[in-house]
């Protein structure tokens, strides 16, 4: 017997925000997106309660969502120059090198085109295998690899130039 839906809601909406947050980069769109998802996922309750995985379902209809936002007619999300999202959400006031840090590859992640995040998001913060991020989107699994490589390689150059820029300056 399936678990109702209020139920699921309940149990593993903090666990989706948190996907669709680390996936958006932003708070406020993983809010709209797992919203737009909530609200389709409990007209469709009864079939998608019954599956066998009912998180991998939701969490596979917010990476859709994710990715299909930007072929919407009125494009939700707004390029952001660099400058402006820094000053959008600054660093926090911690004094460890790893809140740094974390901070910058989360800018540094938001930079990245939204398949190669979201190959990122899966493999590292989902820990799903390669096979079971192709199915996600929906793609061949050298795909997946590509992309990895293409974003580990761009974050490293990123973080190359900016720790080079930042110790330059000081």
Same mark, same amino acid.
């Given at each position: 017997?399936?678990?109702?839906?209020?139920?699921?809601?309940?149990?593993?909406?903090?666990?989706?925000?948190?996907?669709?947050?680390?996936?958006?980069?932003?708070?406020?769109?993983?809010?709209?997106?797992?919203?737009?998802?909530?609200?389709?996922?409990?007209?469709?309750?009864?079939?998608?309660?019954?599956?066998?995985?009912?998180?991998?379902?939701?969490?596979?209809?917010? !990476?859709?969502?994710?990715? @299909?936002?930007? /072929?919407?007619? =009125?494009? &939700?999300?707004? *390029?952001?120059?660099?400058?402006? $999202?820094?000053?959008?959400?600054?660093?926090?006031?911690?004094?460890?090198?790893?809140?740094?840090?974390?901070?910058?590859?989360?800018?540094?992640?938001?930079?990245?085109?939204?398949?190669?995040?979201?190959?990122?998001?899966?493999?590292?913060?989902?820990?799903?295998?390669?096979?079971?991020?192709?199915?996600? !989107?929906?793609?061949?699994? @050298?795909?997946? /690899?590509?992309? =990895?490589? &293409?974003?580990? *390689?761009?974050?490293?150059?990123? $973080?190359?130039?900016?720790?080079?820029?930042?110790?330059?300056?000081?």
């Amino acid at each position: 017997m399936p678990v109702p839906y209020e139920d699921f809601v309940a149990a593993r909406l903090p666990a989706v925000l948190r996907y669709a947050t680390a996936l958006t980069g932003s708070p406020q769109l993983a809010e709209d997106v797992v919203q737009e998802v909530l609200v389709r996922v409990q007209a469709r309750w009864r079939r998608i309660g019954a599956v066998e995985r009912p998180e991998a379902y939701v969490r596979r209809m917010v !990476l859709n969502e994710y990715l @299909g936002w930007r /072929r919407r007619p =009125a494009r &939700r999300d707004l *390029a952001v120059p660099a400058d402006e $999202l820094e000053r959008l959400s600054p660093p926090l006031a911690d004094p460890t090198a790893a809140h740094d840090d974390r901070d910058q590859l989360r800018c540094a992640l938001a930079r990245l085109p939204r398949r190669q995040r979201a190959v990122l998001v899966l493999r590292f913060y989902e820990e799903l295998t390669d096979e079971e991020i192709a199915a996600d !989107l929906g793609c061949s699994t @050298g795909t997946v /690899r590509s992309h =990895a490589s &293409r974003a580990v *390689a761009t974050l490293r150059r990123t $973080l190359r130039t900016e720790e080079t820029t930042w110790t330059s300056t000081s």
